[in-house]
Every structure is written in structure tokens, then in C-alpha cells.
């Protein structure tokens, strides 16, 4: 009953900036968190940054002062401004929310992440 979607991935050169976003559909009631996560071949995957309803952000220390994460509770957007990218940034970035929606005549609540966006950085 929601999803997410992401776009804004591609390749960029070391030193360079990407904006991604995620727009989340369906029969929204709320979103408390909503974020993004990133993952390597190999490697779990890990928090990026996130927001929650109020503006209370997060973000992993590894981005801290070069991410920058914004959601818009009107449109039910999360974007994400990365700059000064690096190879380590390299990665699928799949947006995360956890959303209250509309279940017949009650409510639900789940966890719901996007398909994932890849971002390449080259040094």
C-alpha cells in the first residue's frame, strides 16, 4: 500500500556533488523517520543519514558536515545533498521511511524501503 522511490544516482568524480531523492505513495497517514542507507558488495548495510518528523536529523559520522538530508512533509520527499564525494561514498543508497498508512478501516504501520540508487564516485 506504500512505497518508496529514489532517483538521482549516477557517476561523479571524487570532489563532486549528487542530490538524491526519494518520494514516498500510497495511503500516508505519517512518517516518522525517513533516511537513507547505504550498501558495498560484502558489507551490510549502513545508516547515511536521517530525519525525523520535528526536523531532529542523524547522520553517520563518515558524512557529518558533506550530506546534508532535507524531507519535505508536504510532498512526503527526503532528499539528500552529498558533496565533497569521495570513493568511499560508492555505494546503493536506498531510502528508508517508517510509515503509518491506511489498512481498510484501521491503520498499519511498516518499514519500507526503496529499490536503491547507485552512486559511483571515481577517483
Known amino acids: 500500500q506504500v512505497q518508496l522511490v529514489e532517483s538521482g544516482g549516477g557517476l561523479v568524480q571524487a570532489g563532486g556533488s549528487l542530490r538524491l531523492s526519494c518520494a514516498a505513495s500510497g495511503s500516508i497517514i505519517s512518517i516518522n523517520r525517513m533516511g537513507w542507507f547505504r550498501q558495498v558488495p560484502g558489507k551490510q548495510r549502513e545508516m547515511v543519514a536521517y530525519?525525523?518528523?520535528?526536523?531532529?536529523?542523524n547522520y553517520a559520522d563518515s558524512v557529518k558536515g558533506r550530506f546534508t538530508i532535507s524531507r519535505d512533509d508536504a510532498k512526503n520527499t527526503v532528499d539528500l545533498q552529498m558533496s565533497t564525494l569521495t570513493p568511499a561514498d560508492t555505494g546503493t543508497y536506498y531510502c528508508?521511511?517508517?510509515?503509518?498508512?491506511?489498512?481498510?478501516?484501521?491503520?498499519?504501520?511498516?518499514?519500507?524501503w526503496g529499490q536503491g540508487t547507485q552512486v559511483t564516485v571515481s577517483s
Open positions: 528508508n521511511a517508517l510509515i503509518r498508512y491506511k489498512r481498510g478501516s484501521t491503520s498499519d504501520q511498516s518499514d519500507v
Open positions: 530525519a525525523l518528523g520535528g526536523g531532529k536529523t
